[in-house]
């Protein structure tokens, strides 16, 4: 069923899928109606989500070579049921918001499902960019949070996620399933996705600047955001945020028993990935650091 490459990286997970694929609508072993992956690689999730999208709506050969007129809309990204949600795709007409998943987009999730589809309809949240070279845009799929996946949109979809129609999957893709809210966890089946992604874990350039973590003071913020502009300025804001989540993890695995500082590292996490999604929105370089700084200090 499942493509190759897949197969080879998560044989427990597509396994797992393809008995529930094989069963779907007929046991108790059939998929669950709302499924929550978690991971660092959610590239990873977000193929095998369309994946199994593709597969619930094949009418052929069940198989990684199929051409059938459904299995080609998933792969080209146009298939009618197969919706990816977004703070940048499939926003309603009427919706200004740019930084989060509203409530708008859940109505809309919602009134689709009003009417009756001979596709099985799948509904993949997720967060994400678009990345440019040159003249070149690359779609990248982003983990959902608590800064682009508010409690009120989230609460908007209990409903319809907990008694959907039939022939109706929801996906949640997200770093740490605790960042999304306990009732979304709740009605979901989780599961864990592996990262066999090379990540660059060397924070060098930042551990000098942080030396006094995380006893910093707040009178001092300021003069540490300027301190990452400035090697911002020869390194790239990425490098510079990627080098910093990689000394607060290192620091994290270090001070597991540490209730009190693995908490303030886990807040301060999510400050770098709002500093990064603020650059990735054209906010000035310097404002994002000093705001991550000033979070840093609360």
Known sequence: ???????????????????????????????????????????????????????????????????????????????????????????????ESKTVISVKQSQLVKNSLLNTSDYHRVFIFCDAKVEKNGDEETWVPLGLNETNFHQETANSLLKIIEEP????????????????????????????VPSYKFEDSDYSLVESIFVGYPQIERKNSLDLAQNLFLLSKEHGSQKILDGLQS??????????????????IL??????ELAKQQIDDHINPQLAFENMCLNFTK
């Open 247 to 264: 000394f607060l993890l290192a620091l994290l695995k270090s001070n597991l028993e540490n209730n009190l500082i693995k908490s303030k």
């Open 165 to 192: 129609p039939e022939n109706t999957t929801f996906f949640f893709l997200t770093r740490d399933k605790n960042d999304l809210i306990e009732t979304i966890i709740s009605r979901s089946q989780s599961f864990f």
């Open 1 to 95: 069923m499942f493509a190759n490459n897949l197969k080879e990286k998560y044989p427990f997970l597509t396994e797992y899928f393809e008995q529930g694929l094989k069963n779907s609508g007929t046991s108790s072993h059939a998929l669950a109606h709302s499924i929550l992956f978690y991971g660092h690689d959610i590239s990873a999730q977000y193929d095998l989500a369309t994946e199994i999208a593709r597969l619930l709506n094949c009418k052929e050969f069940q198989n990684e070579g199929c051409r059938c007129l459904n299995c080609n809309w998933v792969r080209e990204k146009q298939h009618p049921a197969v919706l990816t949600i977004s703070r940048i795709d499939n926003k309603p007409s009427d919706d």
């Open 267 to 272: 807040f301060d996490l999510k400050s770098i």
